[in-house]
Each structure stands twice: as C-alpha cells, then as structure tokens.
C-alpha cells in the first residue's frame, strides 16, 4: 500500500460540509473543558445517540475518553469567535464564551441552536482520535441556522442567501479564480475585473456563472460568498464567490495575473478595486474574510479559521 499524504488526505476530508460544534465536559478535578470539533454525527433515535471524535492531540483528551457526562453545543449563525476560542485559545476558554450548566454540571454554551446533554454510552480507540458515543438525556434547538464549515472556511447559509438578495433590478456575480499563484481577470475598457455575468434569476446565479466559465473552457470549484455589496445608484446588487480553477485553455480572453500584483492594476471600479486589494493582502494568510455592505462602505466578517 503505498503511503498516503496526510496532508491531502485532510484537504479531501475537509471538502464536505459540516456544522460546527463545541463538545464540552468536566475534568477529573471538576474543571470545565472544550472543543471545537465537526466531527459530530446523530447514530440512533431508539435509543438517542450521538458521535463525535476527539483527537489525542487535545489536552483534554483524557478528560473525554473518560467522562461519564458530555454535552454537544451546535453553534448558530454568526459564532465563529465562539469556534475559534475553543479551536485556538490556550487561555481560559470558558471566561471568554457566555455559558451556563445541565444539571450534570456540564457547560452548555449560550446561543447555540442545539444542546445535547449526553451520558457516555461508550468509548472506542480509532487511529489518533476516539470516538464518543453519548446517549442523549436532555436537548434544546431553537431552530436557527447553523454555522457551517467547509475547506478550513466558515460559511453561513443566511449570508449565502444575502448573495441572492432580488430587490435592486440588475444582479451581477462573478468569480475570483485562484489558479496555482495568480487570479484570472479579464480585461474591459475601463480596466480590468473578475470574470462576471449579468443574471436575472438570482436564484441560479451560481449556476449561470460555471455555466458561463464552463463554455469558455474554464473548470472550476466555486467555493464561498467573498463580497456582496449593492451600487444603489445603478440599481446593481454584486455578489463575488471564491473559486478554484482546475483547468484553463489557452488563447482565452482571462488573463493570470500573479496575486503580489494584484494591488497595482487599474479596475473597471473603484468597489472592484478595493476588493482585489482585500483579496492579494488576505491571501498571504489564507484568512478570506466576507464584505457586506454598499459599494463604499460595508462590514468584513472573518470566516476561516482552521478547527
């Protein structure tokens, strides 16, 4: 068998979409411990089970392997910090995140969608995680939308949709392609721009775009929403998606350009412009962040955080 890349293997693993948790516990001593996790899965309604697999890694590791009460939080719309405090922070986590107790003296994090109050139900060893089998004692769901995760990416379905958004007339949406180093543009008379189309159907935006790229010999990954913004003066809503190219013919109108020259082109607009600037800075983390607004001013929401 031959060795397999660890790796690739994890970016092929990380390429389907889950939510995202926070499995929490008591320790030996009684001192609330935590975890960001999307490795969680229902099992059984009769009797109520569920799964999730912590990872040796952790330095809570034993606390879960071993405990007899756990809780999983499912974390809504908009609780990336929450995720990323229990992903990252080395600190104390809890005196970061609202919270309160099941009556096992197990933290439910506030604001979660869902809250699992479990009994270990069993633990079995699996590679370099286990995993945790919890029978659900007690839950809450309050029916929100959740937080998603995809591609070491936060996304957010209720933002997703803000893409979509049908009360200005005219709906443009394009793509950000990176293609190994460089983004493909396309050159216009008033400088140069993400490869675009105009859409009267919003509800198939994304669709149209590969379909319009496809015919042009472009394959691609579209992956999330990177900047959607309305031109109120033009009655135009933009919307502007990650992608990743996998194969682009030449002699084709798009042009590669290298992501570190980005910065020092003309753009067919000022909002274009300012949104390649965002895009060549963030790229050197990797950190992709979400603009919503106008086309002057709006919010940059962070969304990549690996878990």
Not at 7 to 17: H, T
Not at 60 to 81: I, M, P
Not at 131 to 136: A, H, N, S, Y
Not at 160 to 167: G, P, S
């Amino acid at each position: 068998m031959s060795t397999i890349d660890t790796r690739a293997l994890r970016a092929a693993f990380g390429s389907f979409m889950t939510g995202v948790t926070v499995v929490t516990a008591r320790s030996a001593d009684g001192a609330p411990v935590g975890f960001a996790a999307n490795s969680f899965a229902s099992v059984s309604l009769d009797p109520p089970l569920l799964l999730v697999c912590p990872g040796k890694f952790l330095s809570s590791y034993d606390s879960f392997a071993n405990c007899t009460h756990f809780a999983v939080n499912v974390l809504a719309e908009g609780q990336e910090e929450v995720s990323n405090t229990f992903s990252s922070f080395k600190g104390d986590r809890f005196a970061q995140v609202a919270h309160h107790f099941d009556p096992n003296g197990v933290p439910l994090i506030d604001g979660a969608i869902a809250q699992f109050s479990c009994t270990t139900y069993q633990s079995l060893p699996a590679g370099d995680h286990c995993i945790l089998i919890g029978q659900v004692q007690d839950y809450t769901h309050m029916g929100a939308p959740g937080l998603g995760y995809v591609g070491g990416q936060y996304f957010s379905l209720g933002v997703e949709r803000a893409a979509l958004d049908d009360t200005l007339e005219t709906a443009v949406c394009g793509a950000i392609i990176k293609d190994a180093g460089h983004v493909l543009l396309e050159q216009t008379s008033h400088g140069f721009r993400p490869p675009q189309i105009t859409s009267t159907d919003r509800g198939q935006m994304r669709r149209h775009l590969c379909e319009n790229l496809e015919a042009r010999g472009v394959n691609l990954r579209l992956e999330q929403a990177y900047s959607v913004f309305d031109d109120r003066k033009s009655g135009t809503h933009f919307a502007y998606f990650l992608a990743t190219s996998t194969s682009v013919p030449s002699g084709d109108t798009l042009k590669a350009v290298p992501i570190q020259d980005l910065a020092g082109l003309s753009y067919s607009s000022p909002a274009i412009a300012q949104m390649m600037a965002r895009f060549a800075l963030e790229a050197r983390t990797g950190g992709f962040a979400l603009y919503l607004g106008d086309a002057q001013r709006g919010d940059v929401h962070p969304s990549s955080k690996r878990i």
